[in-house]
């Protein structure tokens, strides 16, 4: 069983479209984020949610849209795609509370503008 | 700002040889990390440094965390190939929050 899963691995878009990526983990951690790898490896998080609610909003522009529908769910919707987007999505969780907080990483989602 | 620095960014060394990658943090935090990425694939956690003085060890890598000096080292004992890999520290200043390193980029030649 995976212990934290994103879909699709794989994302090939035009210009000016809108994509969603899903993320899923069965950890029972109470923490979950988003982080954007760009071509040189260079790793920023995006966003952070601690039980559904949102904590971390780095400056990201506002055609990315996070959403926790519950604890062990966390999507990313992006709009109006462009080509300054294709990077490599990870999402992560961690437990906070009680736990070292260390990361478990899904295996990415490669996102490709055109 | 948290700033994390590490270096070198690349690293080429022939089997069986030592070495030191470095990780430098500008402010106080809680806890490091260290963590290793194969090419095309995820990061997975190596160590985990929690106080001043910590020192983890796994196989050939060791890792120690000097919180006075902001500290970081990542020692690789008589390197093999299958060391080759990205390594990335992280710092934690705001809980939830972890600052990566650029990464050190490693390749072990026979």
């Known amino acids: 069983d995976t212990a934290v899963s994103q879909t699709p691995k794989y994302l090939v878009t035009q210009m000016g479209n809108d994509k969603s990526i899903k993320c899923e983990q069965n950890l029972g951690h109470d923490t979950m984020y988003w982080y954007k790898q760009d071509s040189k490896k260079f790793l920023k998080i995006m966003f952070s949610y601690n039980n559904k609610e949102l904590i971390i909003n780095e400056t990201v522009p506002n055609r990315f849209s996070p959403k926790s529908p519950d604890k062990a769910h966390l999507n990313l919707h992006i709009n109006s795609l462009e080509l300054g987007d294709s990077a490599v999505y990870f999402c992560?969780?961690?437990?906070?509370?009680?736990?070292?907080?260390?990361?478990?990483f899904g295996e990415g989602s490669r996102l490709t503008v055109l | 700002e948290l700033k994390v620095e590490q270096n070198p960014l690349f690293l080429s060394m022939q089997e069986g040889k030592n070495y030191t990658i470095y990780c430098n943090y500008s402010t106080t935090s809680d806890r490091l990390y260290w963590y290793r990425q194969d090419p095309g694939k995820s990061l997975e956690s190596l160590f985990v440094?929690?106080?001043?003085?910590a020192v983890k060890q796994e196989g050939r890598l060791m890792a120690s965390l000097d919180t006075k000096a902001r500290l970081s080292t990542l020692h690789i004992t008589a390197a093999v190939h299958d060391l080759s890999a990205t390594y990335f520290c992280?710092?934690?200043?705001?809980?939830?929050?972890?600052?990566f390193g650029d990464g050190t980029t490693l390749t072990v030649k026979p």
């Open positions: 992560a969780s961690s437990q906070e509370l009680r736990g070292f907080g260390e990361l478990f």
């Open positions: 440094l929690l106080s001043n003085g």
């Open positions: 992280a710092v934690v200043r705001t809980a939830g929050k972890s600052t």
